[in-house]
């Protein structure tokens, strides 16, 4: 369960707790907003999605031995 309030700009604590859920699609369009309006101000936060992303991609493509 989410505790976080979109009714002001999120903040960095905030884009990292949601992360997930914005790389499953499991945000409402106003969360959506409001994170990726942060991720346009945030270079730090951006480039933490970034890094998500390719450790998913990374480990999407291990194969078990």
Known sequence: MRLITLRRDIVCREAVELVTDYLEGKLSRREVRAFEAHLKACDGCEEYVRQIQVT??????????
């Open 56 to 65: 998913i991609e990374i480990l999407g493509s291990v194969q078990p031995d």
